[in-house]
């Protein structure tokens, strides 16, 4: 996501860009995985009026696509919740109740299209929907006939120069038909989604000067009991990723040494490279020999992309299979590679499938022809003829490992800066720590890398001034304050502890090679901090006493003055009352003396 701000920092606009959704996970998900987090948001949080129209039930496990996952496809007591900030953040994006309205629709028959069997006709060469009222409540969400939607899974149009043939499907090819349909409604749909956001999201032109900071969420690196073509994308995105990231690190280690006049030394690191040249180096690469495969003639047969890669890469030294004497890996359906984060077992099942990416042009017609006005926008090529041959798209593979190139160049671009999520534990807790958890998120995020190619070369590395100020209070001479600036005060700081040989000194930093000599530097800290707090609390003892006896002074001054100032008053009083007794009769002894101020009483 790209976010423009303006020069006070307020955000402008912005806009989303998508590299790959996991649509598998639309159809299957394994133990203790969920699928998409709105089909539960949706039968948790509509009202039961709104669930009946789309004849759908609350519990998820009515439905196949919402049940691979066991125990964790469960509607939870904050999908309720989480669909309410769904449909506010929808009203706030512009969007309207009827395309509201039409998402829900298409949510909904994706759930019961998982729900039709389609099974094998006596021929066995062709196929047909097991029940026909299960084709109902999608017929009438979408707009369209249960005929119609049978058709579109049970056959398929080819179209040749000048001949348009039908040919039926096979059960098993009638089933492959079904789950790719709601993949890819659901994928158009997200896109869909997605180009809306942007749309109300995106600054307008207006002249207006911004400035631009993008934020990628990467996939993380994924290891799980069945790895298949999708952990295979997603690895190598962190395989570029990490590439990128080691580069980009020793590119800001060469300049800061240069900037700081310091030689730059050759720094010793695992470079994965080589694995990413395995996967999508040209022409050998792993996405290539898919690919090739994909075009061969033929029924598929995912074995023959195996037999292809032992036969190109069989001594590579971060791929391995059965065929290379690795006899835990099965043989014609597993391959290993030596990933930067560590090994992960792929089973090539069903990858040319989720390669190819197959949707038969019948089932774009068939969506376009739909009522519902969200699927003719969703599916605007389903409106060519029937007769048109259309040109093979790039295959999956392809099409991610493009994006990921084009997202490197990017980044290469930019100035990246990296946050680090780490998970604690499964399950939300937040007074729960899980150590190997988290141990191998930190394995599998690429920090071990990262610290041990700072340490390769300088493994600290600081300005004098903030050098100085944290340590100065260990070196006599340094203290309190250097006599000769912080640079060759923090020479004699550490001359003064015969570290000179293991630290080199920049224009404006000091680069320390071994992190002992920062710990040893931490153990003289915490040994002379007590006698410093000694002091300062010494030296605000003596302030508050001084402050206190000057206070005292100043009482005391002004009590004395303004008794002083009080007496005279009253002198003055008494010496005006007897004035004049030498003229009067009794020489003054009828006249009351003044009443003294209370000060002098």
């Known amino acids: 996501m790209d976010i423009n701000f303006d020069f006070k920092a307020d955000p402008l606009g912005g806009h989303i860009k998508t590299y790959l959704l996991e649509k598998a996970r639309v159809i299957s998900q394994q133990e203790g995985e969920r699928s998409f987090h709105i089909f539960y948001q949706v039968l948790g949080g509509l009202d039961d009026q709104t669930l009946a129209s789309l004849q759908l039930q609350r519990n998820p496990a009515q439905y196949r696509y919402l049940k691979g996952g066991g125990e964790a496809s469960v509607i939870t007591r ?13 009203k706030s994006m512009k969007f309207s109740p009827d395309e509201q309205t039409a998402i829900w629709k298409i949510i909904a028959a994706i759930m019961h299209l998982g729900n039709v069997d389609l099974v094998a006709n006596h021929d066995g060469e062709t196929s047909s929907v097991a029940n026909m009222t299960q084709l109902e409540p999608i017929a009438n969400l979408l707009g369209t006939k249960a005929q119609l939607i049978a058709e579109g899974l049970t056959k398929r149009t080819l179209a040749t120069r000048g001949e348009v043939l039908v040919a ?55 290891i799980f009991k069945l790895n298949s073509f999708e952990q295979f994308c997603i690895n190598y995105c962190n395989e570029k990723l ?88 099965r043989r014609g359906e597993e391959f290993r590679i030596l990933h930067y984060a560590g090994d992960v077992t792929y089973s090539v099942l069903n990858f040319m499938d989720k390669n190819k990416d197959t949707f038969f042009q019948d089932l774009k017609r068939l969506l376009f022809g739909c009522k519902l006005k969200l699927l003719q926008e969703m599916w605007p090529e389903g409106a060519n003829p029937i007769g048109e041959v259309t ?21 290469e671009e930019k100035e990246p800066h990296y946050v680090r999520c780490i998970k604690p534990n499964n399950f939300k807790r937040s007074s729960e720590f899980d150590r190997d958890l988290c141990l191998h998120q930190v394995r599998y995020l690429g920090l071990i890398e990262n610290v041990r190619v700072r340490r390769a070369g300088y493994a600290y590395r600081q300005k004098y001034e903030l050098f100085m100020h944290r340590y100065k209070f260990i070196c006599p001479s340094c203290w309190p304050c250097p006599k000769n600036g912080p640079k060759e005060g923090t020479k004699e700081l550490m001359q003064y502890y015969n570290l000179m040989k293991v630290v080199t000194f920049g224009k404006t930093k000091i680069f320390i090679q071994n992190p002992r000599t920062l710990f040893k530097m931490e153990r003289e800290r915490d040994r002379h901090l007590p006698k410093v707090v000694l002091i300062l609390q010494k030296w605000w003892r003596g302030v508050r006493v001084r402050l206190w006896l000057k206070r005292t002074k100043a009482v005391t001054l002004i009590a004395l003055t303004f008794r002083n100032y009080k007496t005279k008053r009253w002198f003055r009083r008494v010496v005006s009352a007897f004035s004049n007794v030498r003229n009067q009769m009794d020489y003054g002894k009828s006249i009351a003396w003044p009443n003294p101020p209370p000060v002098l009483r």
């Open 391 to 411: 040109k093979r798209p790039i295959t999956a593979g392809t099409a991610f490992k493009n994006s990921m190139i084009e997202l490197v160049n990017q980044l």
């Open 168 to 222: 039926n499907l096979k059960a098993s090819l009638a089933t492959y038909t079904r789950d790719a349909m709601a993949k890819a409604m659901y994928q158009r749909l997200f896109d869909w989604v997605v180009r809306k956001v942007n749309d109300s999201v995106e600054m307008e032109d207006s002249g207006v000067e911004s400035i631009v900071i993008g934020v990628l969420d990467i996939y993380g690196f994924e």
């Open 78 to 90: 904050h999908d309720k919740a989480l669909f309410d900030k769904v449909r506010y953040a929808m």
């Open 242 to 329: 990490q590439q990128l990231f080691i580069k980009l690190v020793l590119k800001r280690e060469q300049e800061e040494y240069e900037r700081e006049g310091i030689e730059w030394v050759h720094i010793d690191y695992f470079n994965n490279e080589t694995i990413c040249k395995l996967i999508d180096g040209s022409p050998q690469g792993i996405f290539n020999i898919m690919d090739e495969e994909c075009l061969r003639p033929g029924e598929d047969n995912d074995e023959r992309i195996l037999i292809h890669m032992d036969k190109v890469h069989i001594k590579h030294d971060h791929y391995s299979s059965n065929a290379k004497g690795v006899k835990d890996l």
